[in-house]
């Protein structure tokens, strides 16, 4: 049941999904560096889809603000 939907999932969002790839995954590693020089720790998931937002220069939409503040990111709130 879980792959049946997955997989039809996949298929809507053909062409909308970013992978994480050699790029992103350079910037992944130089903000892990950069949050731990500030003393910081951001979980492995929040600093991919932060890297990812770097990589494409995105907008990050989250209700976790204050994770996502000390790198910089543009953020938007969903439900502020």
Do not use: C, H
């Amino acid at each position: 049941e879980l792959l049946k939907w997955y997989e039809r999932l996949l298929g809507i969002m053909a062409g909308r999904i970013l992978s994480v790839n050699a790029r992103v995954a350079d910037k992944w590693g130089r903000l892990q560096a950069e949050v731990r020089a500030k003393t910081l720790v951001l979980p492995v998931v929040d600093s991919l889809l932060a890297a990812t937002a770097r990589r494409y220069q995105l907008v990050l939409a989250t209700d976790n603000v204050k994770d996502f503040k000390a790198v910089g990111l543009k953020i938007v709130n969903p439900f502020d």
